[in-house]
């Protein structure tokens, strides 16, 4: 089963409107955490922001944002104000233990944002 | 900043080459990592490694192995590489298990 689901292919949002990236993710865990990469057409993957399962503030990040709702288990990416140089690629992780006690990361099927001027 | 590094950005290989992909961090992270990525399936870790010499599966680490002699160097193997093994490789490292990673730039891999 998917630990991490990613619903939306590809997105197309006007130059300058708010676009919601939906992210819902799956565990048994008390403790885990979410991340969001963006990767641009040149490959790099950048960090974009995280939110512990016991934060009880959702995560904020200059023009990011993440929407967390725990009961729900979703945690969706928010980004204000879209520029042009926000079309890329969009992934979200899920931090989890693996059978050996280890953190590791899952990462979902990712979102392909398009930024339309 | 940290940087990742990867031997490689493209690399053309023949069905039953060994392939070594090579990855050095140069911030002295404890945790490397080798994913792979394909479209539509996002990124899928091969294996990590948490130490020096330690090292665990990941979901697919079937034909591949990896080494880790060095704090900063992780390696991934392809011991006899097939077609299927057509990908991006992306390696990452983290201080702590619990960090972001931070990734390198990628390696084209492409066997004929």
């Known amino acids: 089963a998917q630990k991490i689901t990613q619903t939306q292919p590809g997105m197309f949002v006007q130059e300058k409107e708010a676009v919601t990236l939906d992210c819902t993710y799956d565990t048994s865990d008390q403790s885990y955490g979410l991340f969001w990469y963006k990767q641009p057409s040149s490959g790099e993957m950048i960090f974009l922001i995280y939110?512990?399962?016991?934060?009880?503030q959702n995560a904020t990040e200059g023009r990011y944002s993440l929407n967390f709702q725990k009961a729900r288990k979703s945690a969706n990416l928010v980004i204000s104000a879209s520029q042009l140089g926000d079309s890329a690629m969009y992934f979200c992780a899920m931090r989890e233990r693996s059978n050996f006690g280890n953190e590791k990361l899952t990462f979902g099927t990712g979102t392909r944002l398009t930024i339309i001027p | 900043d940290v940087k990742v590094t990867q031997s490689s950005r493209y690399l053309v290989k023949r069905t039953g080459e060994k392939v070594f992909l090579e990855c050095v961090q140069d911030m002295d992270h404890e945790n490397m990592f080798w994913y792979r990525q394909d479209p539509g399936l996002g990124l899928r870790l091969i294996y990590f490694?948490?130490?020096?010499?330690?090292?665990e599966k990941g979901d697919i680490p079937e034909g591949y192995s990896v080494s880790r002699e060095k704090k900063e160097r992780f390696s991934l193997i392809l011991e006899s590489a097939s077609t299927n093994q057509t990908s991006m490789y992306l390696c990452?490292?983290?201080?702590?298990?619990?960090?972001?990673?931070?990734f390198g730039p990628g390696t084209r891999l492409t066997v004929l």
């Open positions: 990452a490292s983290s201080l702590y298990q619990d960090n972001e990673q931070f």
């Open positions: 939110q512990g399962s016991y934060d009880e």
């Open positions: 490694s948490y130490d020096v010499k330690m090292k």
